[in-house]
Each structure stands twice: as structure tokens, then as C-alpha cells.
T-cell receptor, first 110, second 118 residues
Framework: QKEVEQNSGPLSVPEGAIASLNCTYSDRGSQSFFWYRQYSGKSPELIMFIYSNGDKEDGRFTAQLNKASQYVSLLIRDSQPSDSATYLCAVLSSYDKVIFGPGTSLSVIP | GAVVSQHPSWVICKSGTSVKIECRSLDFQATTMFWYRQFPKQSLMLMATSNEGSKATYEQGVEKDKFLINHASLTLSTLTVTSAHPEDSSFYIC??????????????FGQGTRLTVV
């Protein structure tokens, strides 16, 4: 089992729709969870981090964490073509390493 | 937010030569820095954890004698790819955290270095 898994892509949504990105992790002792956006050929940029169960909202982005289910998600409301990128889920594991998921490619269709 | 600077952004080298990549935390001290490698259309793979003042911790399958890491100060870590081969061509990214092990630690990334070995 991989340490961090994400729903396979590519994911296509029409402009204005909600994009839902999912991530599961295996290390139950993990405490912090991150969502990064990466454009082709560029370094990842942090969108949100979350460490408490529940929802965390920031503008059009909502991160959801359920530690019991070892599940974290990212919702993007009112998706824009500029949101088209690869989204990486990352987990700060119980042994102090940031482990990345394989990424989900999102395409927002105008 | 915190800034991590990585240099160079891209480098082309001949097979058999060595290349050094620098990672600097510009406005915070980082006792720990991480080095990742990303092949095309793949996710970031952790190569090693760089600890200031001590030896780096390498992930399984990463050759420590080939990828030399030096973390001589709280703001600088270097990765040297020795005797580079074409299969080492990749995107190398460093990251650093202001404080390690805290609940809401953020990892800040350098710009990445595109290495091409010809």
C-alpha cells in the first residue's frame, strides 16, 4: 500500500463547476496535511494546509479532513481554467517527513 | 510567507561530471531541509532529509555516494550529483520548514532545478 494515494485522473470539470479531489493516507499518526498545486515544469505551490478534523475554507477552496477514515479532500468551487494543474496531496508523517501523493491532473473546460 | 531559493534553475552537464545545487532559506532558519526528485508526469519522490550539522538521511534506493548532501548552516543545503548520467536528468526540488515537527508545519519549496545530462 502506498503511503499517500489520490484519485486517479485526469479530472475534467466545466468552468464554474465544483472540482473534488480526494486523498487517503496510511500513517495513522500523521498530523498535518497539505494541498499543493503544480503547473507543468514549475515547483509546487501551497494552496492549503489542515490539521484538525472538519472543514477549512479559504476563498474558493475547502479542505476537509477525517482522521478516523484517514482521508483528506480538496474542493474547488467555481472552477476556473486557471485552476487547471496537477494537485498534490502531501502528508507530514509521524516520522517528520513530507510524503506526496501521485497527484491528480485537473482540467477545467471553458 | 517564507522564501526558499534554489539555484541554478536549470543546468546542462556532460555525462560523468558533477553538478551542485544550492537551496537557501532566505528569511528563516531551517534545521531540516528535504530534497525531492520529480520525473516527468510523476509525483515528487523524497530523496533525502538534510539535517544541519549532521549526516543526511537517505531514502531507500537513493545512493548516498552519488547524491552528496551538505547542510553546513541553518540556511543552506547543497545537493551534489556526482558522476552524472543521462538517467539522472530530472527536476530536483528542495523544501524547508521554519520549525520541524510542529503541528502546523508548512513546507516551502525552492523553484526547482531542471538537470539535463547529455
Amino acid at each position: 500500500q502506498k503511503e499517500v494515494e489520490q484519485n486517479s485522473g485526469p479530472l475534467s470539470v466545466p468552468e464554474g463547476a465544483i472540482a473534488s479531489l480526494n486523498c487517503t493516507y496510511s500513517d495513522r499518526g500523521s498530523q498535518s496535511f497539505f494541498w499543493y498545486r503544480q503547473y507543468s515544469g514549475k515547483s509546487p505551490e501551497l494552496i492549503m494546509f489542515i490539521y484538525s478534523n472538519g472543514d477549512k475554507e479559504d476563498g474558493r477552496f475547502t479542505a476537509q479532513l477525517n482522521k478516523a477514515s484517514q482521508y483528506v479532500s480538496l474542493l474547488i468551487r467555481d472552477s476556473q481554467p486557471s485552476d487547471s494543474a496537477t494537485y498534490l496531496c502531501a502528508v507530514l508523517s509521524s516520522y517528520d517527513k513530507v510524503i506526496f501523493g501521485p497527484g491528480t491532473s485537473l482540467s477545467v473546460i471553458p | 510567507g517564507a522564501v526558499v531559493s534554489q539555484h541554478p534553475s536549470w543546468v546542462i552537464c556532460k555525462s560523468g561530471t558533477s553538478v551542485k545545487i544550492e537551496c537557501r532559506s532566505l528569511d528563516f532558519q531551517a534545521t531540516t531541509m528535504f530534497w525531492y526528485r520529480q520525473f516527468p508526469k510523476q509525483s515528487l519522490m523524497l530523496m533525502a532529509t538534510s539535517n544541519e550539522g549532521s549526516k543526511a538521511t537517505y531514502e531507500q534506493g537513493v545512493e548516498k555516494d552519488k547524491f552528496l548532501i551538505n547542510h553546513a548552516s541553518l540556511t543552506l543545503s547543497t545537493l551534489t550529483v556526482t558522476s552524472a548520467h543521462p538517467e539522472d536528468s530530472s527536476f530536483y526540488i528542495c523544501s524547508a520548514s521554519p520549525v520541524a515537527g510542529t503541528e502546523n508545519t508548512e513546507a516551502f519549496f525552492g523553484q526547482g532545478t531542471r538537470l539535463t545530462v547529455v
